[in-house]
């Protein structure tokens, strides 16, 4: 099998795999259903959703030489370009941050900038 058909095969598992964490289990009964919605209506650039409120995490940052930067597990990681979502709005006034932790590396999905609108 070619390199680019293995690629092919784990682009779909990786999604499937992610958004099987993505579980609401009554954790977050208590956040106000408009902010739920958000939560699980925000799309990357590409029309992908960003996963759930299970695993989109308020987030500080900083930018440096004009991309973003995010702590996740004590580390500092590089906001890819393509994963900063410009035009959901953000009605926590908090950055938030998607990411999966896939064999020790952090793969960020989706990042919303606290001043986001």
Not at 25 to 50: A, H, L, M, Y
Not at 63 to 88: E, I, L, T
Request: proline share 6%; glycine share 8%.
């Amino acid at each position: 099998m070619s390199l680019l058909s293995r690629r092919t095969l784990l682009v779909p598992m990786l999604l499937v795999a992610a958004t099987a964490q993505a579980v609401d289990r009554g954790q977050f009964e208590d956040v106000p259903e408009d902010i739920r919605n958000w939560f699980k209506g925000v799309t990357s650039q590409t029309g992908v959703p960003c996963c759930d409120i299970a695993d989109g995490h308020r987030t500080d940052y900083e930018v440096r030489a004009g991309a973003y930067w995010v702590p996740v597990n004590g580390a500092w990681w590089r906001v890819p370009d393509q994963a900063v979502v410009r035009n959901a709005g953000n009605p926590l006034g908090e950055a938030i941050v998607w990411y999966v932790n896939f064999r020790g590396s952090i793969e960020i999905r989706c990042f919303v900038p606290a001043d986001s609108t």
